[in-house]
């Protein structure tokens, strides 16, 4: 079976750093885009960092700058490098997989909350 686990999530002080990890099982991870998406309470589930099977990375806007997503395909990990946090970071991080052969597989992790205290 898929399974993609987040780990790293906790409690942070606002303009501290925090590391999410997201190891996958069970796909092929080196043909999967890999994403970190985030929910806030009472909003929606927003893309935060996309990373590429090339490598390319794309970044909301809110983040880019902060945050650093990347993959290693011997390990099948993804993270997420998060630095000067605040707490409008504050949500559950979800990690995300979509195999680019077949688009219609795609993955989520269980999240991990994060929790930035200002």
């Known amino acids: 079976q898929v399974q993609l686990v987040e780990s790293g999530g906790g409690l942070v002080q606002a303009g501290g750093s925090l590391k999410l990890s997201c190891a996958a099982s069970?796909?092929?991870?080196?043909?999967?885009?890999m994403d970190w998406y985030r929910q806030a309470p009472g909003k929606e589930r927003d893309l935060v960092a996309r990373?590429?099977?090339?490598?390319?990375?794309n970044y909301a806007d809110s983040v880019k700058g902060r945050f650093t997503i990347s993959r290693d395909n011997a390990k099948n990990t993804v993270d997420l490098q998060m630095n000067s946090l605040n707490a409008e970071d504050t949500a559950v991080y979800y990690c995300?997989?979509?195999?680019?052969?077949?688009?219609?597989?795609?993955?989520w992790g269980q999240g991990t909350q994060v929790t930035v205290s200002s």
């Open positions: 995300h997989a979509r195999d680019i052969f077949a688009p219609r597989r795609e993955y």
């Open positions: 069970g796909i092929i991870f080196s043909r999967n885009t």
């Open positions: 990373i590429m099977t090339s490598g390319i990375t």
